[in-house]
């Protein structure tokens, strides 16, 4: 079992930035690919970024790249989502999620995720 914690959501006006925060528990955080999701109201949740356990491979949506960087810090079982530019458009519930396999799984789709948090609220003011 692993437990995932987001913080770090807020309002925020367009252009701003903030940092989300996801902290793991209950097994060994380096065995996960981590993945940040979104869900922004009347939309189905989309992928945003994920990360391998080593940190070596990453993806990013299109809409997303160049303005969100994802990174980990395994000795804190952590992983975090820079956000920059921020746009109305952004704002969302944001979900962190983790899944179990080889350092060469980054996985973009949901049901690849076995485990989630409970979300943050990300709100972008024009």
């Known amino acids: 079992q692993v437990q995932l914690v987001e913080s770090g959501g807020g309002l925020v006006q367009a252009g701003g930035s903030l940092r989300l925060s996801c902290a793991a528990s209950?097994?060994?955080?380096?065995?996960?690919?981590m993945g940040w999701f979104r869900q922004a109201p009347g939309k189905e949740r989309e992928f945003v970024a994920a990360?391998?356990?080593?940190?070596?491979?990453?993806y990013y949506h299109d809409s997303v790249k160049g303005r969100f960087a994802i990174s980990r810090d395994n000795a804190k079982n952590t992983v975090y989502l820079q956000m920059n530019s921020l746009k109305p458009e952004d704002t969302a519930v944001y979900y962190c999620?983790?899944?179990?396999?080889?350092?060469?799984?980054?996985?973009?789709?949901?049901?690849?995720?076995?485990?989630w948090g409970r979300g943050t609220q990300v709100t972008v003011s024009s």
């Open positions: 999620a983790a899944a179990f396999g080889p350092d060469s799984k980054v996985e973009v789709t949901q049901t690849a995720y076995d485990y």
């Open positions: 209950g097994a060994i955080f380096s065995s996960y690919c």
């Open positions: 990360i391998s356990w080593s940190g070596r491979n990453i």
